[in-house]
C-alpha cells in the first residue's frame, strides 16, 4: 500500500496542448503530494504539490488536481511547450518518506 | 542552478572494485537522502541521514555503505557490486528531514555502470 502508481509511462503532445499525467494511491495516510520535474542530466526538482484539503492548486501553467475520495491526482501542463520536455514524477508522503510513481517522459513538439 | 553537487557524475566499475560517491549540499539543510534511479522504476530511497545521524536503511544491502561526516557532505561507498546495481545514483538534501512536506532538492546524479 505504498505505492503510487503512475501513468501514462510517456506522453507526445503537440506545442499548445494540454499534458494529463495520472497517479493514484491506496494508503489514506498520504497527505502531501508534490510533482517533480526532470530534464536529462538533471535531477529532479519540485513543480508543484497539494494537500488534500484543497481540490486543485495552479501555478502558472501547471495545474494539480486532487480527487480525495478517489485517491487519484493528476497534473495538466495547459499550453505545452517544447521547453516542458522532462520527465514528471508524482510522489506522495504520509510520515517522513517519500513514495514516488514511475514516471512519464513528456514530448512536447513544436 | 541547484545547490546539490555530486562526483563523480558518470562512473565505470568492475564487480571487483571499490569505489565512493560524493555530494555536498551548499544549502544549509540538515537532511540528507541517497536514492537510486532505475528505468521504469520509481526513485527508490536507500539512506537517510537528519543531523549527521542514519536514521533510515532502506534494507539496502551491505556492499553499499553510506559516511556522513558532516550535514554538507555524503558519501556512498561502493564495494563488489553486482551488474544490476547500474543505475542513477541521486543525493538530495532537505532542511530538517523531520517535516512531510519539506521540499527535497536533488543533485545531478552519478550514472554508474557495473561491469
Known amino acids: 500500500q505504498q505505492q503510487v502508481k503512475q501513468s501514462p509511462q510517456s506522453l507526445i503532445v503537440q506545442k499548445g496542448g494540454i499534458s494529463i499525467i495520472n497517479c493514484a494511491y491506496e494508503?489514506?495516510?498520504?497527505?502531501?503530494f508534490p510533482w517533480y520535474q526532470q530534464f536529462p542530466g538533471k535531477g529532479p526538482a519540485l513543480l508543484i504539490a497539494?494537500?488534500?484539503?484543497?481540490s486543485e492548486k495552479k501555478e502558472g501553467r501547471f495545474t494539480i488536481s486532487f480527487n480525495k475520495s478517489a485517491k487519484q491526482f493528476s497534473l495538466h501542463i495547459m499550453d505545452s511547450q517544447p521547453g516542458d520536455s522532462a520527465t514528471y514524477f508524482c510522489a506522495a508522503n504520509g510520515t517522513d518518506k517519500l513514495i514516488f510513481g514511475t514516471g512519464t517522459r513528456l514530448q512536447v513538439f513544436p | 542552478e541547484t545547490g546539490v553537487t555530486q562526483t563523480p557524475r558518470h562512473l565505470v566499475m568492475g564487480m571487483t572494485n571499490k569505489k565512493s560517491l560524493k555530494c555536498e549540499q551548499h544549502?544549509?539543510?540538515?537532511?540528507m537522502y541517497w536514492y537510486k534511479q532505475s528505468a521504469k522504476k520509481p526513485l527508490e530511497l536507500m539512506f537517510v541521514y537528519n543531523f549527521k545521524e542514519q536514521t533510515e536503511n532502506n534494507s539496502v544491502p551491505s556492499r553499499f555503505s553510506p559516511e556522513c561526516p558532516n550535514s554538507s557532505h555524503l558519501f556512498l561507498h561502493l564495494h563488489t557490486l553486482q551488474p544490476e546495481d547500474s543505475a542513477l545514483y541521486l543525493c538530495?538534501?532537505?532542511?530538517?528531514?523531520?517535516?512531510?512536506?519539506?521540499?527535497?532538492?536533488f543533485g545531478p546524479g552519478t550514472r554508474l555502470l557495473v561491469l
Open positions: 494508503n489514506t495516510a498520504f497527505d502531501y
Open positions: 544549502l544549509g539543510h540538515n537532511a
Open positions: 538530495a538534501s532537505s532542511q530538517t528531514g523531520g517535516l512531510k512536506d519539506e521540499t527535497q532538492y
Open positions: 497539494i494537500r488534500p484539503d484543497v
